[in-house]
């Protein structure tokens, strides 16, 4: 049986005790339900929860709010994960980690990451 492993709670306690980065994106004129500031995991940190995640070649690595897809990129680069899968909502982030997946030789050519922008009607 495969495991499966979630980065994006996981990334978004560590960020707020290790990351001094400033927030980036176009959320300025974002509906208020979509106005949260991506901020890159570093490198080191994404390292760090795969590691403590006992990440392998049995794990499907889901990343929520995978911004440029770092996380779900090193999974399978890094760790052997048999597959990940950025879910992300800002089209701009999405395009980009779709590049990084290509630049990293893990894109969905591979059928190793996919990334996608999942899109909502939500209402309050």
């Known amino acids: 049986m495969r495991g499966i ?3 994006g709670l996981t990334a978004a306690s560590l960020l707020m005790a290790c990351s001094a980065q400033e927030p980036s994106g176009g959320y300025a004129n974002a509906p208020r339900y979509f106005n949260v500031p991506y901020v890159a995991t570093p490198h080191e940190v994404v390292t760090a929860m795969l590691q403590l995640a006992s990440t392998g070649s049995d794990d499907v690595v889901y990343e929520l709010g995978s911004g440029d897809g770092r996380i779900a990129i090193a999974a399978v ?10 879910i992300e ?8 980690a ?5 630049a990293a030789d893990v894109s969905e050519r591979n059928s190793k990451m996919r990334t996608f922008t999942k899109r909502t009607s939500a209402t309050r």
């Open 77 to 86: 680069r890094d760790f052997g994960a048999s597959k990940a899968v950025g």
């Open 89 to 96: 909502i800002d089209q701009t982030l999405v395009n980009k």
């Open 98 to 102: 779709a590049a990084n997946a290509a």
């Open 5 to 7: 492993k979630t980065a």
